[in-house]
Nanobody, 120 residues
Framework: QVQLVESGGGLVQPGGSLRLSCAAS????????MGWYRQAPGNERQLVAS???????NYADSVKCRFTISRDNAKNTVYLQMNSLKPEDTAVYYC??????????????WGQGTQVTVSS
């Protein structure tokens, strides 16, 4: 059974930084891409950043130059370094992985979400 476990959320002042982590565990054959989405109250879930197994990255325009996504393929872990945080970054952040479990078909998996609150 595949699980994604996120950590690193919390309360931070505007201008501060946080680092989110997401580790995929279980019987995994291949991970093709991992990413972070966020959902604020009343809004749809939106892509924040993604990274492929080869290291290609994609960012939402609103976080470019402030957030950096990276991954450790050996640990099946993706990170999101968030700098210069703004109140509008407040949301629940969800980890996503496009992967193929052993003996099963490729599909997307989601983490449980971690709250990020930017407030003074």
């Amino acid at each position: 059974q595949v699980q994604l476990v996120e950590s690193g959320g919390g309360l931070v002042q505007p201008g501060g930084s946080l680092r989110l982590s997401c580790a995929a565990s279980g019987s995994i054959a291949s991970i093709y891409a991992m990413g972070w989405y966020r959902q604020a109250p009343g809004n749809e879930r939106q892509l924040v950043a993604s990274i492929t197994i080869t290291g290609s990255t994609n960012y939402a325009d609103s976080v470019k130059c402030r957030f950096t996504i990276s991954r450790d393929n050996a640990k099946n872990t993706v990170y999101l370094q968030m700098n210069s945080l703004k109140p509008e970054d407040t949301a629940v952040y969800y980890c996503d992985a496009d992967l193929r479990p052993l003996g099963s078909s490729r599909r997307n998996y989601w983490g449980q979400g971690t709250q990020v609150t930017v407030s003074s």
